[in-house]
C-alpha cells in the first residue's frame, strides 16, 4: 500500500465541513446531559424519595450498556412510540419526519446524564458540609446554599472530569453515522469510498480531531485557572 499525502490534505479539507456537525451533538448533549446529570444527583445526595432510588437505578444501567445500544433503542424504539401514540390519538404526524440527528442527541444526552451525574455528584460530595451550616447560619435556604455557595465550588473541582466527559461524548459522537448522520466519521467513509484511499481518510479524521480534543483541554485549561483566581480572592 502507498499513502497518498496529497489525497490526506484533500480529504482534511472536505472533512472540515462535518465538523459543526459533529460539535452541534457534542455541545447539545453534554449541555443537555449535564442539566439531566446534576438534577440525578441531587436526587441521589439528598435521597429524595422514589426519585433518588429510581436515579441510582437509571445511573446504574445506563452506565453498564454501551453507547452503541443506546443509541440503536432510541433509533428503533422510540420512532414506534411515536407512531403508535400517534395512531391512537388519530394525529397525522409520524415519526419519519424527524431528522436523523435527533435520535442521536437523545440517545447521547441520555448517556452523557448518567456519566455526567456521578461528576457532579462526586464534586458536590467534595465540598464540605460546613459550608451548608454556614450558609444556614445567615439565613439560606437549601437550595439558596446549593446555588450560591455548594454548586460553584462543585463546578470548580469537577472541570477536570467535565472536559474529560466532553472530550469523551466528542468521540463518541462518531456512532452517529449508525443511523445516516453525518459526521466527522461518516464524512471520512464518504470521501474515501471514491477511490478507496480510506486510510488517507482515516488519518484526516484522526488529525482533526485530535486539534479539537487539544483545544477542549486549553479552554477548560484556562476556565479552571480563571476560576481559582477567583477563589482565592483574585481578580481575572
Avoid: C
Amino acid at each position: 500500500m502507498k499513502l497518498d499525502p496529497a489525497f490526506i490534505w484533500t480529504a482534511f479539507v472536505k472533512l472540515l465541513s462535518a465538523v459543526p456537525t459533529t460539535l452541534f451533538i457534542t455541545v447539545v448533549s453534554v449541555a443537555a446531559g449535564f442539566l439531566l446529570g446534576t438534577a440525578i444527583a441531587l436526587f441521589r445526595i439528598y435521597k429524595v424519595p422514589v426519585l433518588g432510588p429510581l436515579s441510582a437505578g437509571y445511573v446504574t444501567f445506563i452506565r453498564g450498556t454501551p453507547m452503541l445500544v443506546h443509541l440503536l433503542l432510541i433509533y428503533y424504539g422510540l420512532p414506534a412510540v411515536i407512531d403508535g401514540v400517534s395512531a391512537a390519538f388519530g394525529w397525522s404526524f409520524r415519526s419519519v419526519s424527524i431528522p436523523y440527528v435527533v435520535f442521536a442527541l437523545i440517545a447521547f444526552t441520555i448517556t452523557a446524564s448518567a456519566y455526567l451525574s456521578e461528576v457532579v455528584r462526586s464534586g458536590l460530595l467534595s465540598v464540605s458540609s460546613g459550608q451548608l451550616e454556614a450558609a444556614y447560619s445567615v439565613g439560606m435556604t437549601t437550595p439558596q446554599a446549593i446555588r450560591r455557595i455548594v454548586f460553584p465550588q462543585a463546578f470548580a473541582a469537577s472541570i477536570p472530569n467535565l472536559s474529560n466527559s466532553f472530550i469523551g461524548m466528542l468521540h463518541g459522537s462518531t456512532l452517529a453515522f449508525t443511523v445516516s448522520v453525518v459526521e466527522i466519521n461518516a464524512k471520512a467513509q464518504i470521501v474515501a469510498s471514491t477511490n478507496w484511499k480510506y486510510f488517507e481518510a482515516y488519518i484526516a479524521a484522526a488529525v482533526i480531531f485530535w486539534g479539537l480534543t487539544v483545544l477542549i483541554e486549553r479552554l477548560a485549561g484556562v476556565l479552571e485557572r480563571k476560576i481559582n483566581i477567583y477563589n482565592r480572592g483574585g481578580v481575572a
